[in-house]
């Protein structure tokens, strides 16, 4: 556990930060289900889960807090097909929680050949971004001069 009171004593708006860091402090990774997180574009993400078994019904996507949470729940239905001598395809519940960065947005959700791909963008605001300041030339002055000698 980490202290962080000199932090809030000298900065403002890092509350987020603190509450990250205690959060990962009594963080357990999951193992199921597994799941990529690709880099497609400067900008532009995917996580791909492997959610064979479970129909896009039995899955949720919600976002609270910048916080992405994929859960699935399986329904109840028989499968009427006789006894499983031997189950190796995971039909358990689950929820993966995936911290997003400011500024991501999920941009939609599409299921094939049973994984689930989810498409992030990061969107900076214009006031956010790098931007140039021309420095222009006053009209009507000259040179700067100091004690009557010209500036370099």
């Known amino acids: 556990m980490f202290d962080l009171t000199p932090l809030y004593r000298s900065t403002v708006g890092f509350d987020r930060l ?5 959060e990962l402090n009594s963080f357990e990774a999951p193992t199921y289900p597994p799941y990529n997180i690709e ?5 532009e993400y995917r996580i791909t889960m492997a959610v064979a078994g479970f129909a896009p019904d039995e899955l949720n ?6 916080t992405l949470t994929v859960s699935g729940r399986k329904s109840e239905k028989v499968n009427g ?11 358990r519940s ?3 929680r995936f911290q ?3 500024y991501v947005e999920v941009e939609g959700a599409d299921m094939e050949n049973g994984l689930l791909h989810i498409k992030l963008r990061r969107e900076i605001p ?22 009557g000698k010209r500036a370099a």
């Open 126 to 147: 214009e006031s956010m971004k790098p931007r140039t300041i021309p420095i222009g030339k006053t009209q009507g002055q000259g040179p700067k001069t100091i004690e």
């Open 18 to 22: 603190g509450q990250l860091l205690d």
């Open 81 to 91: 097909q006789g006894q499983f001598l031997h189950q190796g395809i995971a039909a």
């Open 39 to 43: 880099r497609l574009e400067e900008n």
């Open 61 to 66: 996507l919600e976002i609270k807090d910048n």
């Open 94 to 96: 689950f929820e993966r």
């Open 100 to 102: 997003l960065a400011d």
